[in-house]
């Protein structure tokens, strides 16, 4: 007797399953496609891209890591892409565009080996050999230079050339850059990104960008009574709100005469008036609560000289209590002196119709604030953008292994270093290992393409320059380009953005091409 077998359902009917060669496609595919989207936007004469979410907010920016972050992407394998970028943004602030790109550029070498019928782990040994090799090149490129002011000048000033600073250079937005991470950063001790902070203001150009030696925090005084600066300033930081104690849940108060009113209105002011006498008695002349604060205890709080700040944002409170040596508080009950900060000064300022208040001088943290002006809100948000990048690769310069040369000739170093030693690597893997060198170079193509010049000829002179000088970048003159060497111009990037670059464009450039099925729920 015969029994036919009865088909075995494992996925469920709605789900959609690609396989092999079509799924390595698709994937490559949408990776490259992402990675063409900030393309454009690559290197001093990059230009911006227009977003528009469905709500109508409008981003205008040339920063890769928030092009991608704002587009809608929904193939896995693009979201990848933006997880490079998200993932070169967190470890070093910078070169997100160059770690996309990259991806994109060994996706596409690797669909043409693929084509050519390499196995797919072939592919991916080739790529981590050549990996290998960019970062023994890269350490071979790292200048033998002191990281004075001027050094990380360059470095700030490259990694803003080409984005949005309004009616400012570079080049003065750098120095200020570099004046901010020196006074709160030394290289002794690991950088606290909450030393520098920046805040951002519009109703002035960007030229009046200035560099505060302070907290500053986008606070008005609680009441226009009070004084509008502080001397010598005794600090505390409250996280309670300060206003009449609630009783316990389902409690219920019975009054049933105009002196029990009369008594409970006395009781509830005394209260009030209890914390603005505490704060006065010991000693307090600047109050920051991140909570309410009562209108009456406001008034209070006037009359007895003090300085407030109510609903200060935790962020805020925390930079200051920082800054200043304070504790942040739950109560104004047993206030002990230790646990109040000090300033030099703490002021408000006014900007148009707002004021924001600047905390001077603090004993405990070295604190400094960027305040960046623009016109517009799209103009100090790219701005803002600019400078916090600038800060990270500087940092970066300073923590992290130094600088290499700059405009694109780091990577001519590095797909010359390994197209040098793919001629040793036994078997098919050669070829992948020489693709890694053509993706790398595609980014100085890339550079001289936005630049206006022919990327052909670019390279040709790029190569040629190299072995004949050591050294071969793209440096934007005018409205085009030339070929020569970016550390007499003073073109500088810190190595640690290269070497990032390359390990998280080679691992997801590596998981991309590793998948061969793709089941995806509908």
Avoid: W
Avoid at 241 to 259: C, F, M, N, P, Q
Avoid at 388 to 405: E, L, M, N
Wanted: with cysteine; aromatic share 2%.
């Amino acid at each position: 007797m015969s029994t036919r077998m009865q088909p075995l359902y494992v996925l469920s009917g709605s789900s959609e399953r690609t396989r092999g060669g079509d799924a390595q496609d698709s994937n490559i595919r949408a990776g490259k496609a992402v990675a063409s989207a900030v393309r454009t936007t690559l290197g001093p004469r990059g230009m911006d891209k227009m977003l528009v979410d469905s709500g109508g907010n409008v981003v205008v920016t040339n920063d890769g890591a928030t092009i991608l972050e704002e587009m809608d992407i929904e193939h896995p394998a693009a979201q990848m892409i933006v997880e490079v970028a998200q993932t070169q943004e967190e470890s070093v602030g910078d070169g997100t565009t160059t770690a996309s790109v990259l991806t994109g550029e060994l996706l596409s070498h690797a669909e043409h080996l693929l084509d050519d019928d390499l196995h797919p782990t072939v592919i991916i040994e080739g790529y981590n050999e050549a990996a290998r090799l960019a970062q023994e090149a890269i350490e071979n490129q790292v200048l033998d230079v002191t990281l004075d002011d001027d050094v990380l000048a360059a470095v700030a000033e490259s990694s803003m050339t080409g984005k949005g600073t309004g009616d400012v250079t570079a080049d003065v937005l750098a120095r200020h850059v570099v004046d901010a991470v020196r006074a709160v950063h030394d290289g002794s001790e690991p950088f606290d990104a909450d030393d520098v902070r920046i805040l951002t203001r519009t109703g002035a150009s960007s030229s009046a960008t200035e560099l505060v030696e302070g907290v500053v925090v986008d606070k008005s005084r609680a009441h226009d009574g009070m004084p509008r600066s502080v001397e010598d300033a005794t600090v505390a930081v409250l996280t309670t709100k300060l206003d009449v104690r609630e009783g316990e849940a389902g409690t219920e108060y019975s009054i049933s005469s105009v002196d029990q009113l009369e008594a409970a209105i006395e009781a509830e002011d005394a209260e009030l008036r209890g914390y603005a006498t505490a704060l006065a008695d010991a000693g307090v002349d600047v109050v920051f609560c991140t909570k309410s604060i009562a209108d009456r205890v406001v008034d209070h709080l006037a009359r007895q000289g003090i300085l407030a700040f109510k609903s200060v944002k935790s962020a805020d409170a925390r930079a200051i209590a920082r800054a200043t040596g304070a504790k942040q508080l739950g109560d104004v009950r047993d206030l002990d002196p230790a646990d109040f900060g000090h300033a030099d000064r703490i002021a408000t300022r006014t900007f148009g119709d707002d004021e924001l208040t600047f905390v001077e001088g603090g004993d405990a943290a070295k604190t400094v604030t960027l305040l960046l002006r623009g016109g517009t809100e799209h103009v100090v948000d790219e701005l803002e953008r600019a400078i916090s990048d600038a800060v990270d690769v500087t940092v970066a310069a300073i923590d992290a292994g130094g600088v290499v040369p700059g405009a694109g000739a780091t990577e001519v170093a590095v797909a010359d270093h390994i197209r040098s030693a793919a001629s040793g690597v036994q078997g098919r893997k050669q070829l992948a290992v020489e693709a890694f060198a053509d993706a790398v170079e595609a980014l100085p193509r890339t550079l001289a393409t936005n630049a206006g010049m022919d990327p052909i000829d670019a390279v040709v002179e790029l190569r040629s320059t190299f072995d004949r000088d050591g050294v071969a970048g793209i440096l934007s003159t005018g409205r085009t380009g030339e070929v020569g060497d970016p550390i007499e111009a003073g073109v500088f990037d810190p190595a640690a953005v290269k070497r990032e670059a390359v390990t998280a464009a080679t691992e997801a450039a590596t998981m991309i091409i590793r998948i061969d099925d793709v089941i995806a729920a509908k």
